[in-house]
């Protein structure tokens, strides 16, 4: 299967977008996913799959926590943002930090999950993080951004 095929037929999978941020010692620092999965109920684990290019995942995993920012149908630009080439991601975004590792809560969220490191295993030019959540809560009321076919979405009607 070529690359392209390979791509078109795994975006069939729709997924929310989640912008998974750290603490640093020099700032905050986050970047866009829909890897994220929750993983286990006991012990609480959820996890994602950066890139091995990726620029921020390196210091996240120095800092050993993050947190998930669950995103809302109307932050699309926020995915954008977190995804693309801007100086600072975090220009003229308001967040407030999370309860245990500090990492930033972004305004507008619909959930955000707060996580400890806790394993990094090899996935070809990924890496699979697993994070036990430290804490955990609600935001705006809002539908989830959704993502399939390489285009975001929102959620239709419930279908019953
Ligand atoms: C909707 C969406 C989902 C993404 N999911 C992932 C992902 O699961 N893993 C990943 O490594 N990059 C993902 N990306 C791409 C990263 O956000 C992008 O490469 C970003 O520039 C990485 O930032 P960094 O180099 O600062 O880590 C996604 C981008 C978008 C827009």
Not at 55 to 62: A, D, F, G, L, V
Not at 81 to 93: I, K, L, M, S
Not at 101 to 108: E, F, I, M, R
Request: net charge neutral; proline share 8%; hydrophobic share 45%.
């Amino acid at each position: 299967m070529n690359r392209h095929t390979y791509r078109h037929v795994l975006g069939h999978f729709a997924t929310g977008v989640v912008i998974v941020t750290a603490a640093t010692a020099p700032g905050p620092v986050g970047l866009s996913i829909n890897s994220f999965t929750a993983v286990s109920l006991e012990p609480p684990l959820v996890g994602f799959f950066p890139a091995v290019t990726s620029r921020s995942w390196p210091s996240i995993e120095q800092v050993g926590a993050f947190c998930v920012n669950v995103l809302a149908v109307d932050q699309e630009a926020l995915a954008r943002r977190f995804a693309g080439a801007v100086a600072d991601r975090f220009a003229g975004v308001g967040w407030r930090p999370s309860p245990v590792s500090g990492a930033p809560v972004l305004d507008g969220v619909i959930a955000w999950i707060d996580c400890m490191l806790e394993s990094v295993h090899p996935a070809g030019d990924h890496v699979f993080v697993t994070g036990r959540v430290s804490a955990s809560g609600l935001g705006a009321d809002n539908d989830p951004l959704v993502f399939a076919h390489g285009r975001y979405r929102r959620l239709a009607p419930p279908t019953g």
